[in-house]
């Protein structure tokens, strides 16, 4: 497997089409980041003193999209680009029988090429965030402190799990749930009239919502990147949000809400690089 790993991982690192995304990622993202950090440091009086660093990743400042706004909507993208460059491209280009006739075992090289993908994610998801990291040491002249590091870390490990969940499934689900979504919630709820029917409405919208791996990953930025006005999931009615501390929720809070959704993030990609599994194995291979 070690042999299809590493000529996966140079295969995708000098893809023409993976080179290309990968520099719109970072144009935009560091673009984004850096006009926000103009803006914390013209308005300094204005910005909270607690979690400045995450602003960087959050907020857009003179552009039109935060970093994570970019990651999640350009994530799937690369999880899309990876999955095709591997089994579908072997399929495409008819050298998948070749290789299978070389003593190589057939889960050898599925595992090989998913995990080459997935390091490739990492090593992706990584860099952007040290060098975000670094324009901001740079724009705002301190480093960020221990919590923040800490989140921004969990934060690469919910990224990796997202966009490896794309690797697997492509983008049907990004398109298909938030109409099912709607669909199911009035269907249950026709007559969302009354404050409570509002919320019944809300809550089966968003429980039917985190079916979608793109709302996990909202989700967990919110409560994870968010930690002074981050701690509930969807719309929250006034009367809702009445008795809820101003004060920050501690890193391990935050990652108590979003515990679950990293968890269902992991058993999406483990679901379904299974079922892939299975399927390939199974499948005939002809020349």
Known sequence: ???????????????????????????????????????????????????????LVTSSGDSIFSLATLLGFF?????????????????????????????????SLINGKFFAGLT????????????????????????????????MLIFTVVGIFYVGFWLALWLFML???PVLTLAIANIVVPDATTPEAVSRQMDIANAV????????????????????????????????????????LAIGQSLGLIWPHITTLFGLVAV???ISYIMFMRAEIRA
Not at 98 to 103: A, G, I, K, T
Not at 224 to 232: E, V
């Open 1 to 55: 497997m070690s042999v299809v790993f590493w000529k996966e991982l140079a295969d995708h690192f000098s893809s023409r089409r993976f080179m290309i995304l990968l520099i719109i990622v970072l144009l935009f993202g560091l673009w984004g980041s850096y006009s926000t950090g103009q803006a914390i440091r013209q308005n300094s009086e204005m910005v909270p003193p607690q979690f400045v660093f995450l602003l």
């Open 75 to 107: 994530g799937p993208l690369v999880g899309i680009t990876l999955g095709f460059d591997s089994i579908s491209g072997e399929y495409a280009r008819g050298t998948l029988s070749r290789v299978l006739s070389q003593p190589i075992y057939r889960d």
């Open 120 to 151: 490739t994610i990492a090593v992706l998801w990584s860099s952007i965030l040290l060098l975000v990291i670094g324009l901001g040491i740079t724009l705002l002249g301190f480093p960020p402190n221990t919590e923040e590091l800490w989140r």
């Open 175 to 177: 398109l298909f749930i």
């Open 209 to 248: 919502g985190r079916i979608s791996p793109s709302t996990l990953f909202q989700e967990s930025v919110q409560i994870l990147l968010n930690p002074t006005t981050g701690r509930t999931f969807g719309g929250v009615l006034p009367g809702q949000a009445e008795g809820i501390l101003a004060s920050p």
């Open 272 to 274: 379904c690089f299974g």
